[in-house]
């Protein structure tokens, strides 16, 4: 029995009526019981994983998608999915956590300075997420933190709110590591929110309730398009209504873990509008190819071909008006955002000690004004990024329009993330430069923020 299923009612550790109404009681629970579990002994903070799907060469490699388990088609394709509820409105501007998210944000914390910054290098250089890495994120429960509790879930209300916090918290062991956890999570959250009945039936048990010889699928959300300029809204990816049901064609870019995906959700231009397409990784006509960047390189990034890839004109996910992929878009940058704040804090941990240690003429380093005075800024651009993001995730939790607070904050984190960065290897001197200490990592990481469209979301 897993951590998350001892933890259900009925469970050896099964909560109470009481515990089960509060929306993250699972996620708090179980997140708790991890500390006493042996989930990081198992891990081998030296060991390179041995289960990885693929490892990229400098050639890289070109290969079709994994053969995906079947999904069987379950449900009325004409209702409606269950959809979370807004989390209530106080009118009070308070972004404190309470005392539920903040043990959930302590516990993620721990998990990710404790298993994901000491696999992080390895990682970042084989292009791969550890096997073992991503089997410490299911154990926590992070591929159903944003479903509601009659689809599997542990939420009760939208929790846009706890997932932001669950991103930056994870971000501060490491961006690559933590956007290849969250993003089979960012799948089962937009069948949450956007998912017909026949959808969520198909798809979601996989996530929710895996076999017992088989677990959690990788899955990715593939907006991004490796073209110049391009708009996440105006979608190059086609697709096209023939008589059986939806052609596409396209490519798309920055697909995590994209070559063991067993399920996408594909951004296409459907009639003039943008609209989200599941597309099963056994579906012919898909290719990836290996596509490593600067940065989030431990995500396992690739690029999906689509040529002729025929699905079912029920594959739509929410509505076709474009009016669902808008919200897929901000909710990912929304993401983004909250990864951002988790390096940036990260850059911050580090470099206080390391220059008030740092000695040049005789005294710590920290004694010159201009070393002082950059410190003091990462902290202040870090906290007007934190509380940005912070109001748009409490918007989008209690179902207001969020456009305007996801923009400003994706505009602040992409600007001053890279700066934060830069600053910290500044701060290091020639140790910034070096794979010795993990800034220059954490600045290529958060170079990403500004480019990359989709991937996760919350």
């Not at 009526?17 to 629970?29: F, H, L």
């Not at 879930?153 to 846009?160: C, L, N, Q, V």
Request: with cysteine; charged share 20%; aromatic share 4%.
């Amino acid at each position: 029995m897993s951590l998350i299923q001892s933890l259900r009612p009925g469970g050896k550790h099964g909560l109470s009526s009481k515990e089960s109404r509060d929306p993250i009681g699972y996620a708090v629970a179980a997140l708790s019981r991890l500390a006493q579990s042996d989930v990081l002994d198992r891990v081998g903070l030296r060991k390179q994983a041995e289960h990885t799907v693929f490892t990229i060469t400098r050639a890289g490699f070109k290969t079709a998608t994994t053969a995906s388990r079947p999904f069987a088609r379950s449900g009325r394709g004409d209702a409606v999915g269950a959809r979370p509820t807004s989390a209530p409105r106080t009118g009070v501007f308070d972004l404190t956590p309470t005392e539920d998210e903040q043990m959930l944000v302590d516990v993620v914390t721990e998990l990710a300075q404790e298993v994901l910054r000491p696999a992080a290098a390895e990682a970042d250089e084989a292009c791969a997420a550890p096997a073992e890495v991503l089997a410490a994120g299911l154990e926590v429960g992070l591929p159903i933190l944003g479903l509601p509790e009659e689809l599997g879930g542990i939420s009760e209300e939208r929790s846009a709110v706890a997932g932001a916090l669950v991103a930056e918290a994870l971000a501060r062991g490491d961006m690559g590591l933590a956007v290849a956890s969250l993003a089979p999570g960012s799948v089962a959250t937009a069948l949450g929110l956007w998912g017909s009945e026949e959808q969520q039936q198909t798809y979601l048990p996989a996530f929710t309730e895996p076999a017992a010889d088989a677990t959690v699928p990788a899955a990715a959300l593939a907006l991004g398009e490796p073209s110049v300029l391009f708009d996440p809204l105006t979608p190059a990816t086609t697709a096209t209504r023939t008589g059986e049901g939806l052609v596409l064609n396209g490519v798309k870019s920055g697909v995590v873990r994209g070559a063991e995906a067993e399920l996408f959700v594909v951004g296409a231009e459907l009639d003039g509008s943008p609209v989200l397409v599941l597309v099963e990784s056994s579906t012919p006509g898909l290719e990836v190819v290996a596509d490593p960047g600067m940065g989030v390189r431990a995500a396992g990034i690739t690029r999906l071909t689509l040529t002729d890839v025929a699905v079912p004109a029920d594959a739509v996910l929410g509505a076709t008006d474009g009016t669902t992929y808008a919200e897929c878009v901000r909710l990912s940058r929304l993401a983004w955002c909250a990864l951002a704040v988790g390096t940036g804090q990260a850059v911050l941990d580090y470099v206080t000690p390391y220059v008030k240690e740092r000695e040049a003429f005789g005294e710590p380093i920290a004694h010159r004004q201009s070393v002082a005075f950059m410190v003091a800024n990462i902290a202040i651009e870090l906290q007007a990024m934190r509380l940005l993001t912070w109001k748009a995730a409490a918007r989008a939790a209690a179902g207001k329009d969020f456009s305007r607070e996801v923009g400003l904050a994706r505009r602040l984190c992409a600007e001053k993330g890279m700066q934060i960065g830069l600053d910290g290897v500044q701060l290091l001197g020639g140790h910034g430069y070096v794979k010795e200490h993990p800034v220059e990592r954490w600045y290529r990481d958060l170079r990403a923020v500004g480019v990359m469209e989709g991937a996760v979301l919350i």
